[in-house]
């Protein structure tokens, strides 16, 4: 099976421009998380999408927004971008929910801001 | 909120030598997940430990979870270069919420 796939691997964007990012689950699951990753904030919970419908969503700001597809497919999007977007984004996918299932992450987005 | 918390940060042992690393959390939970992390690429999952286990082993990884003192730990034995990696637990936020929520992680390095 096919791994979870994120594209692009890296984005570099200006202040104020917007950015989406895709994500295409493992076939089967219906479950994607999206996670932020800075080196002093660490892992932060953005959102997780279950059958197009989100179930959980991170304490971000409503810049930070997303969306799942009939195909269990996820794009997520920031808005307005500041430099303290920069980050690593991390999509996973799992069959059930992500707190109760193993996920299996992308390699991730590399966002830059400048 | 962040729930679980990794000790030690950081680190550094000899090939052929055990490694432990801990994770303590707040609140009860109803799973806790250690994963690996080479650096800039994704996390990769290693054990699921459900909350009425104590114990679970996998090849080279030993996970052990104390519900009663909040806290668990992940042994590697025999380490190899190759184990050198971030190491993170994860757990549901305790709120209810239902998210998987990460801790900061420990960051190993096995020297050959």
């Known amino acids: 099976k096919a791994g979870v796939t994120q594209t692009p691997r890296y984005l570099i964007k200006t202040r104020g421009q917007q950015v989406t990012l895709s994500c295409s689950p493992i076939?089967?699951?219906?479950?994607v998380s999206w996670y932020q990753q800075t080196p002093g904030q660490g892992l932060q919970f953005l959102f997780e999408?279950?059958?197009?419908?989100?179930?959980n969503k991170g304490n971000f700001p409503g810049r930070f927004s997303g969306r799942q597809f009939s195909n269990s497919r996820s794009e997520m999007n920031v808005s307005t971008l500041e430099l303290g977007d920069s980050a690593l984004y991390l999509c996973?996918?799992?069959?059930?929910?992500?707190?109760?299932?193993?996920?299996?992450f992308g390699n991730g987005t590399r966002l830059t801001v400048t | 909120s962040q729930q679980g918390e990794e000790d030690p940060q950081a680190l550094s042992i000899q090939e052929g030598e055990n490694a432990t690393m801990n994770c303590s959390y707040k609140?009860?939970?109803?799973?806790l997940q250690w994963y690996r992390q080479n650096s800039g690429r994704g996390l990769v999952h290693l054990i699921l430990?459900?909350?009425?286990?104590r114990e679970k082993h996998s090849g080279r990884l030993r996970v052990t979870l104390d519900t009663s003192k909040k806290s668990s730990s992940l042994l590697i034995t025999a380490s190899r270069a190759a184990d050198t990696a971030s190491y993170f637990c994860?757990?549901?936020?305790?709120?209810?919420?239902?998210?998987?929520?990460f801790g900061k992680g420990t960051k190993l390095t096995v020297n050959p």
């Open positions: 996973a996918s799992s069959l059930g929910p992500g707190y109760n299932s193993p996920l299996h």
């Open positions: 076939s089967g699951h219906r479950s």
């Open positions: 999408y279950f059958s197009e419908t989100q179930r």
């Open positions: 609140t009860s939970i109803n799973n």
């Open positions: 430990i459900r909350s009425n286990e």
């Open positions: 994860a757990t549901d936020d305790g709120g209810g919420s239902e998210k998987l929520v």
